[in-house]
Protein backbone atom coordinates (compact mmCIF):
# COMPACT_ATOMS: atom_id res chain seq x y z
CA UNK A 1 0.00 0.00 0.00
CA UNK A 2 1.03 3.71 -0.96
CA UNK A 3 2.62 5.62 2.23
CA UNK A 4 4.32 8.67 2.53
CA UNK A 5 6.31 8.79 6.12
CA UNK A 6 9.18 11.63 6.71
CA UNK A 7 10.75 10.81 10.26
CA UNK A 8 13.48 13.42 12.25
CA UNK A 9 13.04 15.78 8.66
CA UNK A 10 15.84 18.67 8.72
CA UNK A 11 17.32 20.59 6.43
CA UNK A 12 19.25 23.57 7.46
CA UNK A 13 19.91 26.15 4.53
CA UNK A 14 22.99 27.99 5.68
CA UNK A 15 22.11 30.20 8.75
CA UNK A 16 18.36 29.56 8.39
CA UNK A 17 16.39 26.10 9.68
CA UNK A 18 14.19 25.65 6.88
CA UNK A 19 12.75 22.44 8.61
CA UNK A 20 13.52 21.63 11.78
CA UNK A 21 12.93 17.83 13.00
CA UNK A 22 9.61 17.38 11.04
CA UNK A 23 7.58 13.62 11.37
CA UNK A 24 4.41 12.97 10.09
CA UNK A 25 3.06 10.00 7.77
CA UNK A 26 0.35 10.38 5.21
CA UNK A 27 -2.42 7.69 4.71
CA UNK A 28 -3.88 6.28 1.24
CA UNK A 29 -7.37 7.04 0.04
CA UNK A 30 -7.92 10.51 1.77
CA UNK A 31 -6.48 13.92 0.51
CA UNK A 32 -4.13 15.26 2.81
CA UNK A 33 -3.29 18.75 3.10
CA UNK A 34 -0.19 20.03 3.75
CA UNK A 35 -0.49 23.91 5.43
CA UNK A 36 1.79 26.84 7.06
CA UNK A 37 2.59 30.00 6.33
CA UNK A 38 4.41 31.38 3.71
CA UNK A 39 8.33 30.17 4.59
CA UNK A 40 6.93 27.53 6.93
CA UNK A 41 8.97 24.95 4.96
CA UNK A 42 6.43 23.21 2.85
CA UNK A 43 8.13 23.59 -0.56
CA UNK A 44 11.32 22.40 1.07
CA UNK A 45 9.52 19.06 2.45
CA UNK A 46 8.01 18.23 -0.47
CA UNK A 47 11.20 18.35 -2.56
CA UNK A 48 13.33 16.58 -0.12
CA UNK A 49 10.31 13.51 -0.16
CA UNK A 50 11.32 13.70 -3.97
CA UNK A 51 14.67 13.59 -4.05
CA UNK A 52 15.24 17.24 -5.32
CA UNK A 53 16.99 18.50 -2.12
CA UNK A 54 18.65 16.63 0.64
CA UNK A 55 17.57 16.38 3.79
CA UNK A 56 20.44 17.77 6.86
CA UNK A 57 19.03 14.96 9.05
CA UNK A 58 16.12 12.43 8.61
CA UNK A 59 14.39 10.42 6.40
CA UNK A 60 11.61 11.22 3.89
CA UNK A 61 10.32 8.19 2.60
CA UNK A 62 7.57 7.27 -0.17
CA UNK A 63 6.54 3.37 0.14
CA UNK A 64 9.17 3.10 2.47
CA UNK A 65 12.09 3.76 0.56
CA UNK A 66 13.89 7.07 -0.15
CA UNK A 67 12.66 8.32 -3.72
CA UNK A 68 16.57 8.43 -4.97
CA UNK A 69 16.31 4.46 -4.44
CA UNK A 70 12.80 3.86 -6.48
CA UNK A 71 13.42 1.80 -9.30
CA UNK A 72 10.28 3.53 -11.25
CA UNK A 73 9.72 6.57 -9.49
CA UNK A 74 7.92 7.74 -12.33
CA UNK A 75 5.32 5.08 -11.83
CA UNK A 76 5.50 5.56 -8.37
CA UNK A 77 4.94 8.93 -7.54
CA UNK A 78 3.56 11.86 -9.67
CA UNK A 79 4.98 15.51 -8.47
CA UNK A 80 3.18 18.95 -9.23
CA UNK A 81 5.61 21.28 -8.24
CA UNK A 82 6.28 25.09 -8.15
CA UNK A 83 9.10 26.84 -10.28
CA UNK A 84 9.14 23.55 -12.13
CA UNK A 85 10.05 24.17 -15.96
CA UNK A 86 9.29 24.48 -19.28
CA UNK A 87 11.23 25.17 -22.31
CA UNK A 88 9.01 27.94 -23.34
CA UNK A 89 10.08 26.95 -27.39
CA UNK A 90 9.41 23.26 -27.13
CA UNK A 91 5.51 21.77 -27.42
CA UNK A 92 3.14 20.80 -24.64
CA UNK A 93 3.58 17.35 -26.16
CA UNK A 94 7.05 16.77 -26.90
CA UNK A 95 7.82 18.32 -23.46
CA UNK A 96 5.98 15.16 -22.56
CA UNK A 97 6.86 12.98 -24.86
CA UNK A 98 10.94 13.63 -23.59
CA UNK A 99 9.61 12.90 -19.80
CA UNK A 100 7.55 10.30 -21.51
CA UNK A 101 10.42 8.61 -22.99
CA UNK A 102 13.13 8.84 -19.69
CA UNK A 103 10.70 7.42 -18.06
CA UNK A 104 9.91 4.61 -20.54
CA UNK A 105 6.18 5.67 -20.41
CA UNK A 106 4.66 4.62 -23.81
CA UNK A 107 3.93 7.75 -26.05
CA UNK A 108 0.33 7.09 -26.20
CA UNK A 109 -0.02 7.57 -22.81
CA UNK A 110 0.40 11.38 -23.59
CA UNK A 111 -2.31 11.98 -25.23
CA UNK A 112 -4.53 10.60 -22.65
CA UNK A 113 -2.63 12.87 -19.58
CA UNK A 114 -3.20 15.61 -22.33
CA UNK A 115 -6.84 14.71 -22.47
CA UNK A 116 -7.26 14.56 -18.31
CA UNK A 117 -5.79 17.93 -17.46
CA UNK A 118 -7.87 19.11 -20.89
CA UNK A 119 -5.02 20.32 -22.80
CA UNK A 120 -6.09 18.10 -25.56
CA UNK A 121 -6.55 21.11 -28.06
CA UNK A 122 -3.48 22.95 -26.67
CA UNK A 123 -0.61 19.39 -27.30
CA UNK A 124 1.24 21.02 -30.28
CA UNK A 125 1.04 24.76 -28.75
CA UNK A 126 4.87 25.92 -27.45
CA UNK A 127 4.54 26.60 -23.66
CA UNK A 128 6.04 29.98 -23.95
CA UNK A 129 2.78 30.76 -25.06
CA UNK A 130 0.61 28.88 -22.15
CA UNK A 131 -1.24 30.85 -19.39
CA UNK A 132 0.09 30.00 -16.02
CA UNK A 133 -3.24 27.84 -15.36
CA UNK A 134 -2.19 25.95 -18.42
CA UNK A 135 1.35 25.32 -17.10
CA UNK A 136 0.05 24.28 -14.28
CA UNK A 137 -1.92 21.55 -15.90
CA UNK A 138 0.80 20.49 -18.09
CA UNK A 139 2.65 20.17 -14.68
CA UNK A 140 -0.17 17.39 -14.15
CA UNK A 141 -0.08 16.18 -16.93
CA UNK A 142 3.49 15.16 -16.59
CA UNK A 143 2.49 14.08 -12.97
CA UNK A 144 -0.09 11.69 -14.59
CA UNK A 145 2.51 9.96 -17.00
CA UNK A 146 3.58 7.04 -15.32
CA UNK A 147 0.27 6.30 -13.42
CA UNK A 148 1.39 6.72 -10.29
CA UNK A 149 -0.10 6.11 -6.91
CA UNK A 150 1.02 8.70 -4.90
CA UNK A 151 0.41 12.33 -5.58
CA UNK A 152 2.67 15.46 -4.51
CA UNK A 153 1.82 18.68 -5.26
CA UNK A 154 2.71 22.00 -4.12
CA UNK A 155 0.03 24.57 -4.63
CA UNK A 156 -1.38 23.06 -7.29
CA UNK A 157 -4.67 25.48 -7.56
CA UNK A 158 -1.90 28.47 -8.42
CA UNK A 159 -3.41 30.32 -11.42
CA UNK A 160 -5.96 28.45 -11.92
CA UNK A 161 -9.62 29.76 -13.19
CA UNK A 162 -12.14 28.82 -10.80
CA UNK A 163 -13.52 25.84 -13.45
CA UNK A 164 -9.95 24.85 -12.78
CA UNK A 165 -10.06 24.87 -9.29
CA UNK A 166 -13.20 22.75 -8.96
CA UNK A 167 -11.72 20.38 -11.75
CA UNK A 168 -8.51 19.86 -9.42
CA UNK A 169 -10.66 19.51 -6.24
CA UNK A 170 -12.73 16.32 -8.24
CA UNK A 171 -9.72 14.56 -9.30
CA UNK A 172 -7.89 14.78 -5.90
CA UNK A 173 -11.30 13.11 -4.28
CA UNK A 174 -11.24 10.69 -7.67
CA UNK A 175 -7.60 9.80 -7.12
CA UNK A 176 -7.46 9.64 -3.81
CA UNK A 177 -10.59 7.65 -3.85
CA UNK A 178 -8.67 4.59 -5.18
CA UNK A 179 -6.73 4.01 -2.49
CA UNK A 180 -3.78 6.05 -3.24
CA UNK A 181 -1.79 8.74 -1.85
CA UNK A 182 -2.37 12.87 -2.09
CA UNK A 183 -0.41 15.30 -0.37
CA UNK A 184 -0.87 18.97 -1.29
CA UNK A 185 0.24 22.03 0.25
CA UNK A 186 -1.17 25.20 -0.22
CA UNK A 187 -2.18 28.33 1.57
CA UNK A 188 -5.91 28.73 0.03
CA UNK A 189 -7.13 27.77 3.62
CA UNK A 190 -10.78 28.55 2.12
CA UNK A 191 -10.01 25.92 -1.19
CA UNK A 192 -7.71 23.79 1.15
CA UNK A 193 -11.05 23.41 3.48
CA UNK A 194 -13.37 21.86 0.51
CA UNK A 195 -10.43 19.49 -0.78
CA UNK A 196 -8.57 17.87 1.94
CA UNK A 197 -9.66 15.22 4.69
CA UNK A 198 -6.67 15.43 6.81
CA UNK A 199 -4.20 18.05 7.46
CA UNK A 200 -0.27 18.33 8.26
CA UNK A 201 0.23 22.11 9.68
CA UNK A 202 3.52 23.18 9.41
CA UNK A 203 5.08 26.69 11.28
CA UNK A 204 8.52 27.48 11.22
CA UNK A 205 9.38 24.12 9.53
CA UNK A 206 8.13 22.37 13.01
CA UNK A 207 4.88 20.58 13.13
CA UNK A 208 1.57 22.93 14.26
CA UNK A 209 -0.72 19.79 14.20
CA UNK A 210 -2.00 16.71 11.79
CA UNK A 211 -5.21 15.03 12.39
CA UNK A 212 -8.56 14.64 10.71
CA UNK A 213 -9.93 18.44 9.48
CA UNK A 214 -13.46 17.46 10.94
CA UNK A 215 -12.27 16.34 14.52
CA UNK A 216 -9.98 19.24 14.62
CA UNK A 217 -12.56 22.00 13.80
CA UNK A 218 -14.77 20.25 16.37
CA UNK A 219 -12.33 20.84 18.97
CA UNK A 220 -11.50 24.49 18.11
CA UNK A 221 -12.41 26.93 19.61
CA UNK A 222 -14.60 29.71 18.28
CA UNK A 223 -15.65 33.06 18.67
CA UNK A 224 -19.18 33.71 20.08
CA UNK A 225 -21.23 36.69 19.81
CA UNK A 226 -24.07 37.56 22.36
CA UNK A 227 -26.41 40.65 21.67
CA UNK A 228 -27.79 41.39 25.05
CA UNK A 229 -29.53 43.90 26.60
CA UNK A 230 -27.56 42.53 29.50
CA UNK A 231 -23.84 43.23 28.09
CA UNK A 232 -22.71 45.47 30.93
CA UNK A 233 -23.28 42.67 33.43
CA UNK A 234 -22.29 39.59 31.11
CA UNK A 235 -18.84 40.63 30.71
CA UNK A 236 -17.55 40.18 34.61
CA UNK A 237 -19.90 36.92 34.71
CA UNK A 238 -17.99 35.21 32.00
CA UNK A 239 -14.88 36.70 33.21
CA UNK A 240 -15.67 34.85 36.53
CA UNK A 241 -16.24 31.76 34.25
CA UNK A 242 -12.73 32.03 32.89
CA UNK A 243 -14.12 32.82 29.41
CA UNK A 244 -12.16 36.18 27.86
CA UNK A 245 -14.89 38.40 26.43
CA UNK A 246 -14.92 42.28 25.23
CA UNK A 247 -18.02 44.41 24.75
CA UNK A 248 -17.09 46.28 21.23
CA UNK A 249 -20.67 47.72 21.13
CA UNK A 250 -23.19 48.51 24.03
CA UNK A 251 -25.41 45.57 23.20
CA UNK A 252 -22.94 43.04 22.20
CA UNK A 253 -20.20 40.89 23.70
CA UNK A 254 -17.40 38.75 21.80
CA UNK A 255 -16.55 35.86 24.35
CA UNK A 256 -13.06 34.49 22.42
CA UNK A 257 -11.50 30.81 22.49
CA UNK A 258 -15.16 29.15 23.80
CA UNK A 259 -17.91 27.40 22.49
CA UNK A 260 -21.20 28.23 22.41
CA UNK A 261 -22.70 25.82 24.77
CA UNK A 262 -20.05 28.06 27.54
CA UNK A 263 -21.11 31.09 26.91
CA UNK A 264 -25.15 30.11 26.78
CA UNK A 265 -24.83 28.02 30.09
CA UNK A 266 -23.30 31.02 31.76
CA UNK A 267 -25.87 33.15 30.64
CA UNK A 268 -28.89 30.70 31.22
CA UNK A 269 -27.22 30.55 35.09
CA UNK A 270 -27.42 34.45 35.40
CA UNK A 271 -30.88 34.87 33.67
CA UNK A 272 -29.17 36.99 31.10
CA UNK A 273 -31.69 37.80 28.11
CA UNK A 274 -30.52 37.28 24.85
CA UNK A 275 -31.90 38.95 21.63
CA UNK A 276 -29.10 37.61 18.96
CA UNK A 277 -25.89 34.66 19.68
CA UNK A 278 -24.25 33.46 16.70
CA UNK A 279 -20.62 31.33 16.76
CA UNK A 280 -18.21 31.91 14.34
CA UNK A 281 -14.21 30.51 14.04
CA UNK A 282 -15.20 27.04 13.26
CA UNK A 283 -13.00 26.79 10.13
CA UNK A 284 -9.47 26.00 8.35
CA UNK A 285 -9.08 29.77 8.61
CA UNK A 286 -9.24 30.05 12.54
CA UNK A 287 -8.15 26.73 13.46
CA UNK A 288 -4.92 27.29 10.76
CA UNK A 289 -4.05 30.51 13.35
CA UNK A 290 -4.79 28.53 16.31
CA UNK A 291 -2.05 26.49 15.14
CA UNK A 292 0.63 28.65 13.73
CA UNK A 293 0.42 30.92 16.50
CA UNK A 294 -0.78 33.87 13.73
CA UNK A 295 -2.91 36.17 14.42
CA UNK A 296 -5.86 36.81 11.75
CA UNK A 297 -5.46 40.05 10.33
CA UNK A 298 -1.72 41.07 12.01
CA UNK A 299 -0.44 41.09 8.59
CA UNK A 300 1.54 44.93 8.52
CA UNK A 301 -1.22 47.13 6.98
CA UNK A 302 -0.92 47.48 3.00
CA UNK A 303 1.05 51.30 1.98
CA UNK A 304 -1.18 53.92 0.85
CA UNK A 305 -1.98 54.43 -2.45
CA UNK A 306 0.45 56.35 -5.02
CA UNK A 307 -0.51 59.55 -5.62
CA UNK A 308 -2.30 60.19 -8.67
CA UNK A 309 0.01 61.29 -11.93
CA UNK A 310 0.93 64.48 -11.71
CA UNK A 311 0.39 65.02 -7.92
CA UNK A 312 3.09 66.95 -6.20
CA UNK A 313 5.16 63.81 -4.15
CA UNK A 314 6.05 64.43 -0.62
CA UNK A 315 10.05 65.01 -2.16
CA UNK A 316 9.06 67.94 -3.43
CA UNK A 317 8.68 69.75 -0.28
CA UNK A 318 12.47 70.09 0.38
CA UNK A 319 13.11 71.78 -3.04
CA UNK A 320 14.65 68.59 -4.78
CA UNK A 321 12.15 69.74 -7.89
CA UNK A 322 13.30 71.65 -10.53
CA UNK B 1 20.08 3.95 -20.00
CA UNK B 2 18.87 3.94 -23.58
CA UNK B 3 16.01 5.86 -22.64
CA UNK B 4 17.62 8.71 -21.02
CA UNK B 5 20.07 8.79 -24.30
CA UNK B 6 16.32 8.74 -26.34
CA UNK B 7 15.31 11.26 -24.39
CA UNK B 8 18.47 13.73 -24.58
CA UNK B 9 17.72 13.46 -28.10
CA UNK B 10 14.18 14.24 -27.89
CA UNK B 11 15.02 17.18 -26.19
CA UNK B 12 17.20 18.69 -28.96
CA UNK B 13 15.14 17.77 -31.66
CA UNK B 14 11.82 19.26 -30.34
CA UNK B 15 13.67 23.18 -29.69
CA UNK B 16 14.70 25.48 -32.17
CA UNK B 17 17.88 26.41 -31.15
CA UNK B 18 19.48 23.31 -31.93
CA UNK B 19 18.41 23.75 -35.73
CA UNK B 20 18.72 27.61 -36.01
CA UNK B 21 22.84 25.84 -34.34
CA UNK B 22 22.71 23.69 -37.58
CA UNK B 23 21.43 26.46 -39.75
CA UNK B 24 24.34 28.85 -38.47
CA UNK B 25 26.71 26.14 -39.18
CA UNK B 26 25.47 25.95 -42.66
CA UNK B 27 25.43 29.37 -43.67
CA UNK B 28 28.83 30.31 -42.02
CA UNK B 29 30.31 27.60 -43.88
CA UNK B 30 28.70 27.84 -47.13
CA UNK B 31 29.30 31.71 -47.00
CA UNK B 32 33.03 31.86 -46.02
CA UNK B 33 33.16 29.34 -48.96
CA UNK B 34 31.59 31.56 -51.51
CA UNK B 35 33.02 34.64 -50.76
CA UNK B 36 36.62 32.80 -50.85
CA UNK B 37 36.06 30.79 -53.74
CA UNK B 38 33.55 33.06 -56.19
CA UNK B 39 34.70 36.42 -55.11
CA UNK B 40 35.74 39.05 -57.55
CA UNK B 41 39.77 37.83 -57.56
CA UNK B 42 41.67 41.02 -56.37
CA UNK B 43 45.55 41.93 -55.85
CA UNK B 44 45.55 42.61 -51.60
CA UNK B 45 43.81 40.95 -49.18
CA UNK B 46 42.71 37.31 -49.98
CA UNK B 47 46.24 37.11 -51.91
CA UNK B 48 47.99 37.53 -48.29
CA UNK B 49 45.57 35.39 -46.89
CA UNK B 50 44.92 32.28 -49.63
CA UNK B 51 47.19 30.89 -52.00
CA UNK B 52 46.84 30.98 -55.44
CA UNK B 53 43.17 29.80 -56.21
CA UNK B 54 42.69 26.35 -57.00
CA UNK B 55 45.57 24.91 -55.95
CA UNK B 56 45.88 21.94 -53.17
CA UNK B 57 46.49 24.64 -50.49
CA UNK B 58 44.01 27.32 -51.42
CA UNK B 59 41.77 24.13 -51.38
CA UNK B 60 42.92 23.31 -47.87
CA UNK B 61 42.73 26.82 -46.21
CA UNK B 62 38.94 27.11 -48.07
CA UNK B 63 37.59 24.14 -46.39
CA UNK B 64 39.25 24.72 -42.94
CA UNK B 65 36.08 26.95 -42.83
CA UNK B 66 34.51 24.06 -41.62
CA UNK B 67 36.41 24.01 -38.17
CA UNK B 68 33.97 26.48 -37.01
CA UNK B 69 32.29 22.88 -36.37
CA UNK B 70 34.19 22.50 -33.53
CA UNK B 71 33.08 25.49 -31.59
CA UNK B 72 29.43 25.17 -32.69
CA UNK B 73 29.28 21.69 -30.76
CA UNK B 74 30.90 23.31 -27.65
CA UNK B 75 27.80 25.52 -27.62
CA UNK B 76 25.46 22.73 -28.58
CA UNK B 77 27.21 20.41 -25.15
CA UNK B 78 26.75 23.94 -23.50
CA UNK B 79 23.10 24.45 -24.08
CA UNK B 80 22.79 20.53 -23.62
CA UNK B 81 23.87 20.93 -19.80
CA UNK B 82 22.80 24.88 -18.67
CA UNK B 83 19.69 24.85 -20.99
CA UNK B 84 18.04 22.93 -17.89
CA UNK B 85 19.57 24.66 -15.34
CA UNK B 86 18.14 27.79 -16.89
CA UNK B 87 14.85 26.89 -17.87
CA UNK B 88 14.51 24.89 -14.64
CA UNK B 89 13.64 22.00 -16.53
CA UNK B 90 15.90 20.31 -14.33
CA UNK B 91 13.15 19.39 -12.23
CA UNK B 92 11.40 17.55 -14.18
CA UNK B 93 14.63 15.93 -15.44
CA UNK B 94 15.83 14.70 -12.54
CA UNK B 95 11.78 13.43 -10.87
CA UNK B 96 11.96 11.03 -13.86
CA UNK B 97 15.69 10.02 -13.20
CA UNK B 98 16.73 10.73 -9.61
CA UNK B 99 20.51 9.12 -10.23
CA UNK B 100 21.79 12.04 -11.77
CA UNK B 101 24.79 10.91 -12.59
CA UNK B 102 22.99 9.18 -15.20
CA UNK B 103 21.32 11.90 -16.80
CA UNK B 104 24.77 13.68 -16.69
CA UNK B 105 26.47 11.02 -18.65
CA UNK B 106 23.93 10.95 -20.85
CA UNK B 107 23.48 14.03 -22.05
CA UNK B 108 28.21 13.47 -22.69
CA UNK B 109 27.16 10.74 -25.25
CA UNK B 110 24.55 12.59 -26.90
CA UNK B 111 26.67 16.22 -26.69
CA UNK B 112 29.34 13.80 -28.53
CA UNK B 113 26.93 12.61 -31.18
CA UNK B 114 25.33 16.16 -31.33
CA UNK B 115 29.20 17.41 -32.14
CA UNK B 116 28.92 14.86 -34.98
CA UNK B 117 26.16 16.04 -36.73
CA UNK B 118 27.60 19.71 -36.35
CA UNK B 119 30.09 18.41 -38.18
CA UNK B 120 28.40 16.18 -40.06
CA UNK B 121 26.01 19.32 -41.86
CA UNK B 122 29.96 21.64 -42.07
CA UNK B 123 31.19 18.65 -43.94
CA UNK B 124 27.67 18.44 -46.13
CA UNK B 125 27.97 22.21 -46.73
CA UNK B 126 31.74 22.28 -47.34
CA UNK B 127 31.29 19.58 -49.86
CA UNK B 128 28.81 20.89 -52.13
CA UNK B 129 30.61 24.19 -51.60
CA UNK B 130 33.68 22.36 -52.58
CA UNK B 131 32.13 20.74 -55.83
CA UNK B 132 30.28 24.35 -56.34
CA UNK B 133 33.77 25.96 -56.79
CA UNK B 134 35.12 23.28 -59.12
CA UNK B 135 32.17 23.97 -61.21
CA UNK B 136 33.15 26.94 -61.30
CA UNK B 137 36.05 26.39 -63.21
CA UNK B 138 38.90 26.39 -59.97
CA UNK B 139 40.88 23.48 -59.57
CA UNK B 140 39.67 19.44 -60.01
CA UNK B 141 36.96 17.44 -58.07
CA UNK B 142 40.36 15.08 -57.47
CA UNK B 143 42.19 17.84 -55.29
CA UNK B 144 39.17 19.17 -53.96
CA UNK B 145 38.65 15.89 -52.47
CA UNK B 146 41.97 15.17 -51.39
CA UNK B 147 42.26 18.24 -49.35
CA UNK B 148 38.39 17.43 -47.98
CA UNK B 149 39.91 14.19 -46.81
CA UNK B 150 42.92 16.67 -44.79
CA UNK B 151 40.41 18.38 -43.37
CA UNK B 152 37.06 17.01 -42.41
CA UNK B 153 37.80 13.71 -40.73
CA UNK B 154 39.60 15.96 -37.35
CA UNK B 155 37.47 18.12 -37.67
CA UNK B 156 34.63 15.55 -36.80
CA UNK B 157 36.84 13.94 -34.38
CA UNK B 158 37.60 17.50 -32.34
CA UNK B 159 33.56 18.30 -33.18
CA UNK B 160 32.27 15.51 -31.15
CA UNK B 161 34.47 15.89 -28.07
CA UNK B 162 33.90 19.38 -27.65
CA UNK B 163 30.63 18.45 -27.88
CA UNK B 164 31.33 16.35 -24.56
CA UNK B 165 33.57 19.47 -23.31
CA UNK B 166 31.08 21.78 -23.58
CA UNK B 167 28.49 19.07 -21.64
CA UNK B 168 31.26 18.90 -18.94
CA UNK B 169 31.49 22.31 -19.02
CA UNK B 170 27.95 23.48 -18.59
CA UNK B 171 27.51 20.97 -16.32
CA UNK B 172 29.89 22.09 -14.05
CA UNK B 173 29.30 26.10 -14.37
CA UNK B 174 25.08 25.78 -14.90
CA UNK B 175 24.88 29.42 -16.36
CA UNK B 176 24.69 29.48 -20.19
CA UNK B 177 26.39 32.47 -20.83
CA UNK B 178 29.60 31.94 -18.55
CA UNK B 179 30.12 28.41 -20.22
CA UNK B 180 30.06 29.97 -23.12
CA UNK B 181 32.15 32.56 -22.21
CA UNK B 182 34.58 30.64 -20.76
CA UNK B 183 34.32 28.18 -23.18
CA UNK B 184 34.49 30.12 -26.43
CA UNK B 185 36.99 32.58 -24.57
CA UNK B 186 39.15 30.21 -23.82
CA UNK B 187 39.93 28.88 -27.22
CA UNK B 188 39.99 32.73 -29.04
CA UNK B 189 41.82 34.89 -26.36
CA UNK B 190 43.27 32.80 -23.47
CA UNK B 191 44.75 29.74 -25.33
CA UNK B 192 46.84 32.01 -28.24
CA UNK B 193 48.01 33.96 -25.37
CA UNK B 194 49.26 30.95 -23.32
CA UNK B 195 50.38 28.61 -26.28
CA UNK B 196 52.78 31.74 -27.02
CA UNK B 197 54.18 32.61 -23.68
CA UNK B 198 54.33 28.49 -22.76
CA UNK B 199 54.17 26.39 -25.75
CA UNK B 200 54.58 23.29 -23.34
CA UNK B 201 51.33 24.39 -21.34
CA UNK B 202 49.23 25.54 -23.80
CA UNK B 203 49.58 22.42 -26.12
CA UNK B 204 47.26 20.67 -23.38
CA UNK B 205 44.50 23.11 -23.73
CA UNK B 206 41.15 22.13 -25.31
CA UNK B 207 41.85 24.20 -28.73
CA UNK B 208 45.49 22.28 -29.22
CA UNK B 209 44.59 19.30 -28.28
CA UNK B 210 41.99 19.97 -31.12
CA UNK B 211 44.48 20.78 -33.26
CA UNK B 212 46.58 17.82 -32.83
CA UNK B 213 43.34 15.61 -33.57
CA UNK B 214 42.97 17.50 -36.76
CA UNK B 215 46.75 17.09 -37.82
CA UNK B 216 46.00 13.61 -38.18
CA UNK B 217 45.05 13.87 -41.46
CA UNK B 218 45.89 17.24 -41.59
CA UNK B 219 48.38 18.34 -45.14
CA UNK B 220 51.82 18.58 -43.83
CA UNK B 221 52.80 22.27 -43.20
CA UNK B 222 48.50 23.49 -44.03
CA UNK B 223 49.02 26.16 -41.82
CA UNK B 224 49.22 29.37 -43.27
CA UNK B 225 51.19 31.43 -40.52
CA UNK B 226 54.26 29.38 -40.48
CA UNK B 227 52.90 27.95 -36.88
CA UNK B 228 54.40 25.34 -36.95
CA UNK B 229 52.45 21.66 -35.46
CA UNK B 230 55.87 20.64 -33.67
CA UNK B 231 54.79 21.99 -30.34
CA UNK B 232 51.58 19.82 -30.52
CA UNK B 233 50.71 17.15 -28.76
CA UNK B 234 50.40 13.40 -30.80
CA UNK B 235 46.71 13.06 -31.95
CA UNK B 236 45.90 10.28 -29.55
CA UNK B 237 46.92 12.26 -26.67
CA UNK B 238 45.19 15.16 -27.85
CA UNK B 239 41.62 13.02 -28.22
CA UNK B 240 42.62 12.11 -24.92
CA UNK B 241 43.16 14.98 -23.60
CA UNK B 242 39.38 16.44 -24.83
CA UNK B 243 37.54 13.39 -23.62
CA UNK B 244 39.35 13.74 -20.23
CA UNK B 245 38.07 17.38 -20.17
CA UNK B 246 34.28 16.73 -21.03
CA UNK B 247 34.66 13.66 -18.63
CA UNK B 248 36.54 15.65 -15.74
CA UNK B 249 34.61 18.80 -15.91
CA UNK B 250 31.08 16.56 -16.13
CA UNK B 251 32.39 14.45 -12.96
CA UNK B 252 33.66 17.68 -11.21
CA UNK B 253 30.03 19.19 -12.14
CA UNK B 254 27.91 15.98 -11.03
CA UNK B 255 29.81 16.23 -7.86
CA UNK B 256 29.32 19.53 -7.12
CA UNK B 257 26.66 22.28 -8.61
CA UNK B 258 24.72 19.24 -10.27
CA UNK B 259 24.42 17.17 -7.08
CA UNK B 260 23.24 20.39 -5.34
CA UNK B 261 19.41 21.04 -4.12
CA UNK B 262 16.91 22.14 -6.53
CA UNK B 263 14.44 24.78 -5.72
Known amino acids: ?322 | MSRLLRAEVSKLRTVWSTWVLLGVTAVVVGGIMTLVGFAPHRRGVTDLLFPARGTAVWFDSALSVMTIAIDLALVLGVIMTTGEFRHKTVTPTFLVEPRRGRVVASKLVVGGGGGLVVAAVAGAVGLVFGFAVVGGGIGTAGRMLTEYRHVWPGVAAASVLFGLYGVGLGALLKNQAVSLAVGLGASAVVEPIVTAALPSVGRWLPGQAAQALESVTARPQASGFGTSVVHLVPWWAGALVLLGYGVVLATAGTLTTVRGDVT
Do not use: C
Not at chain 1, 54 to 67: D, I, Q
Not at chain 1, 100 to 105: D, L, P, R
Open chain 1, 1 to 322: MATIEVQGLTKRFGAVLAVDDLSFAVEPGMVTGFLGPNGAGKTTTLRMLLGLVRPTAGRALVNGVAYRDLAEPTRVVGAVLESSGFHPARTARHHLRAMATAAGVPHTRVDEVLDTVGLAADGDRRVGGFSMGMRQRLELARALLGDPEVLILDEPANGLDPQGIAWLRSFLRWFAGRDRVVLVSSHLLAEAAQTVDDVVVLTHGRMAGQGRLQELLRGAATTVRVRTPDAERLVPLLAAAGIRAARPAPDLVEAAATTPEAVGRVMADNGVLVLEMSSSGESLESLFFEMTGTVSGSAPAPPPPPPPAGAPSPGDDHGVGP
